[in-house]
């Protein structure tokens, strides 16, 4: 099975860094994300509701739709809160790339860790622009917030080709394929990992993998 | 073309497609009501959230929706529609954009009815979420209130798209196959946003902000072995014919606001009634005096700052050298007699706020008839002022001030370098600060 990859660019200013992440890593969970499943007798499930809502943003015009979830901001807000902080202490032209990746879990035999298969990577390519005046940065909040915009746009057109999804699984599958670690909503399986470019733009004066979560824990 | 198709699978098959579409104009209305959504999620199901998404059902806008419908379902050729449309306090109307939920012949006969489809549809439901807030309109709708309201209009039939002006754009939120045909969703949106002056008369208030009640239809949740449960469906089923949009009843004379329509008029046929609780200020326009048509976007009406008792100044010249923001749209003074201090008084400037909407393009609305090909000089004169012993003078003062240096503490190398350098001599001063250990010890003392 071959992984899909996407790639998304965006430039943008210093303190706009987080809520753009925000809202694409937010506009692509939504779509990955179901409601909890209760699984019921003779393999019938049902599935929980999930509800949405709208999040300005304070230093771009524009506003973005996640789940109603506490929970999966948190952790999403702390990812990107890593990366932000990473991109500012590189010191370089502020170049990094920041994957959410969907991923599921293949059981292996005892010595072996479980398998981590992706089958869905978004990756967001992020540059950190400096701008000299009030002006230019009032340009900077509309422009950025069409350019969210078009991303969202190329989001939704990714998702409605309706390419693989993971089976929906048995009850005692349903941890290979889903986080069930959250008490409201259910996403898909995923890990955020961040990388930052020098300068040189070769690959990485500093890589650091961060699992949100921890599934791998054995 | 339905031989394939178990008569249980073409019953959900249409109780989803139905219901899809009651959703989908929630959504879509929900989102031009100005005010941010929010919907909690729950574990449990209720059984009583459609494709698994908390979305409210307004009451007024089910009953438009099923009333446009008139118990038939977007099919091939019959599509379903949802106009949104800007009308300003003055009567003006102009379309913004055009949702399009429709269906084309490409069948997808493998496809599982109970699950696939359901959860497609789940997911472009999401897919609306997302887009409906990033489209112009969203923004214009999210400011309306005092000049200017979004409306709504609900048609069936053949998708009409020619109030949105050349150069409309159009973006597709999605499409999900069905067994007797694919399911498409759009929008078609307005890009040139110059005004148009047409007064639509016998116009109703639409888009009200209705109690939200939660009067929800019962939809299934389950899935996999089972079949979806029965459903109880209230309204129409089924024998009616289809009935073109409906001509505006002008019997709602809400708020002082008086519609008289004729009955020919094919024109907006807005929302129903809006509820009792509804907020009061929004409809009673007609009592203000509004002056400016446009909306809140961009105000760059430029007066001539000349100071009292000045003489009359004579010539114009362009504001092209000004670096003022949005300084092109200043418009042209008609004649120097009618901007003539002395004639009539100079009135307060009011510059444009860069903080106003993103419609940069968007300023053309203008009742006066001014042109905006010429450009007219500002003359920075500030009442009182002279040439002081300062070879600045307080407009090159203001100029100046528009664009101050970079502060260097925001440069990042600095804060980088001096950061090393900290870590660096942190040891010495660690160690300077234990041999001194004694002489804290006792100036916390003393401070006891």
Redesign the interface.
């Known amino acids: 099975m071959n992984c899909r990859s996407e790639v998304l660019e965006v430039s943008v200013e210093g303190r706009q860094v987080d809520e753009a992440m925000l809202a694409l890593l937010h506009t692509i969970l939504l779509h990955r994300s179901t409601g909890k499943f209760h699984y019921k007798k003779e393999g019938t499930y049902s599935i929980g509701t999930v509800g949405t809502q709208d999040i300005d943003c304070d230093f771009i015009d524009f506003t973005f739709v996640r789940v109603s979830s506490e929970e999966l901001d948190r952790a999403i807000r702390k990812a990107v809160g890593e990366f932000k902080e990473a991109l500012s202490n590189s010191g370089s032209d502020g170049m990094g790339q920041i994957s959410l990746e969907f991923y599921q879990k293949k059981k292996s035999r005892w010595p072996f860790s479980d398998e981590c298969i992706p089958w869905e990577v978004w990756s967001i390519k992020v540059n950190v622009v400096n701008l000299a005046n009030e002006q230019e940065r009032q340009i900077c909040r509309e422009k950025v917030g069409e350019k969210l915009g078009e991303k969202v746009i190329n989001i939704v057109e990714v998702i409605s080709r309706h390419e693989y999804l993971p089976k929906m699984p048995t009850q005692s599958e349903v941890d290979n394929v889903f986080d069930t670690s959250l008490k409201d909503v259910q996403p898909y399986l995923y890990k955020i990992t961040y990388q930052i470019t020098d300068s040189l733009g070769t690959s990485v004066s500093t890589t650091m993998r961060r699992l949100i979560k921890d599934t791998l824990a054995l | 073309m339905d031989n394939d198709l178990s008569p249980q699978d073409k019953k959900d098959l249409d109780k989803f497609i139905k219901f899809f579409a009651l959703k989908t104009v929630q959504v879509i209305v929900q989102a031009r009501l100005g005010e941010?959504?929010?919907?909690?999620?729950?574990?449990?199901?209720?059984g009583s959230?459609w494709f698994?998404?908390?979305i409210k059902d307004i009451p007024e806008v089910t009953h438009e929706a099923k009333k446009a419908l008139a118990g038939q379902l977007p099919g091939i050729g019959r599509s379903m529609c949802v106009e949104i449309s800007l009308k300003t306090s003055e009567g003006d109307s102009m379309e913004l954009e055009t949702w399009c939920l429709e269906m084309n012949e490409k069948c997808d006969k493998d496809i599982k009815v109970s699950?696939t489809v359901y959860n497609?549809l789940s997911?472009?439901l999401?897919?609306l979420?997302?887009?409906t807030?990033?489209?112009p309109a969203?923004?214009l709708s999210?400011k309306q209130g005092h000049d200017y309201v979004i409306l709504y209009r609900i048609y069936f039939g053949e998708v009409q798209l020619a109030g949105l002006g050349e150069g409309f754009q159009t973006?597709?939120?999605?499409?999900?196959g069905t067994p007797t045909g694919t399911i498409t969703l759009s929008c078609a949106y307005r890009t040139n946003l110059a005004f148009m002056s047409t007064r639509a008369t016998g116009e109703e208030d639409g888009v009200g902000y209705p109690g939200v009640e939660d009067s929800q239809e019962v939809c299934t949740?389950?899935?996999?072995?089972?079949p979806p449960t029965q459903m109880v469906l209230p309204g129409k089923e089924g024998g009616v014919p289809l009935m073109p949009p409906q001509p505006c009843h002008g019997t709602q004379a809400e708020h002082g606001r008086v519609s008289s329509c004729p009955p020919a008029d094919p024109g907006h046929h807005l929302s129903g009634s809006p509820s009792t609780g509804e907020d009061a200020e929004t409809l009673s326009r007609s009592g203000e005096a509004k002056t400016a048509c446009r909306p809140e976007a961009l105000e760059t009406t430029f007066t001539r700052k000349v100071g009292a008792f000045v003489n009359k100044p004579s010539t114009q010249v362009t504001t092209t050298g000004l670096d003022l923001?949005f300084a092109a749209f200043a418009p042209r003074a008609l004649n120097s007699e009618e901007n003539d201090p002395m004639v009539h008084p100079p009135e307060s400037p009011t510059t444009a706020s860069?903080?106003h909407g993103?419609l940069?393009s968007q300023d053309s609305v203008d009742s006066a008839g001014q042109t905006q090909d010429d450009f007219v000089m500002v003359d920075f004169k500030p009442a009182f002022s002279k040439d002081d012993l300062l070879p600045m003078d307080l407009g090159t003062f203001y100029r100046e001030f528009?664009?101050?240096?970079?502060l260097s503490s925001l440069?990042?190398?600095v804060s980088?370098q001096s950061m090393a350098e900290d870590l660096d001599s942190l040891p010495e001063k660690l160690a300077i600060y234990e041999k001194n250990i004694d002489e804290f010890d006792a100036f916390v003392d003393t401070l006891q």
């Open positions: 941010k959504i929010c919907s909690s999620s729950s574990s449990s199901p209720t959230d698994n998404l908390a699950y497609r997911l472009l999401k897919s979420l997302a887009i807030r990033v489209t969203y923004k999210r973006v597709r939120v999605g499409l999900v949740t389950s899935f996999s072995t089972s923001p860069p903080l993103s940069h528009q664009n101050p240096p970079q440069s990042i190398d980088a």
